[in-house]
């Protein structure tokens, strides 16, 4: 089984990857076919003008490979798989009210929005724009909802875009206390409601 989500291979290793060995799995959809099939000939055209040049001589596998990551994993592609995995970090939070709320709103938003998130084929920043329109069009109540949702990765999101390094892997460090204090809060909740409806 192929995760969805998780982290982008940690570089620099010499052997460049493709498809589910380059974690190209998108967060949102599971698909990966076809940006392994984009994203392959990138890299062939990355390193054959260094092997050709280089042919019959000794290779530096290590620049070959950066320049392969490179090829594969572009700054603006971390960026928005990085957007991918926050939206599928709050979706694996929003409760089947949550959920049936963000995909109304989520297929109501024009279709090279919602299409170009799932093909992948919105840059960083339209992924961006995606979200503001998401929050534009959902219903006042489920905006708070979402908002409220989102903030335990937002640190760590915002970290790894300025840098434009997402494949490093993060460090435990503010957004993991949030979530945890966020994951205690909506169980205090549950208790209290189980309580009250006891007690009813």
Request: proline share 6%; aromatic share 10%; net charge positive.
């Amino acid at each position: 089984m192929i995760p969805m989500g998780g982290q982008l291979p940690v570089i620099p290793q010499n052997v460049v990857g493709v498809g589910g060995a380059a974690g190209m799995v998108h967060p949102s959809t599971g698909y990966m076919i076809a940006r392994a099939l984009e994203t392959a000939p990138s890299i062939v055209s990355a390193v054959a003008p260094y092997l050709k040049a280089h042919r019959g001589q000794k290779v530096d596998l290590a620049l070959l490979s950066r320049k392969g990551w490179a090829a594969a994993w572009p700054t603006d592609e971390q960026r928005q798989w990085g957007f991918m995995n926050l939206g599928m970090q709050i979706l694996c939070e929003l409760d089947p009210q949550g959920l049936r709320s963000f995909f109304r709103a989520f297929f109501s938003l024009d279709d090279w929005l919602w299409g170009g998130y799932l093909s992948w084929r919105l840059s960083a920043v339209e992924c961006v724009v995606m979200g503001l329109a998401l929050l534009q069009v959902a219903p006042l109540r489920f905006r708070g909802q979402l908002v409220w949702t989102a903030l335990p990765f937002l640190p760590e999101f915002a970290r790894a875009w300025a840098a434009g390094l997402l494949w490093r892997a993060p460090s435990p460090g503010v957004s993991l206390r949030l979530r945890h204090r966020w994951k205690a809060e909506q169980q205090q909740k549950l208790e209290q409601r189980s309580n009250a409806e006891a007690s009813a």
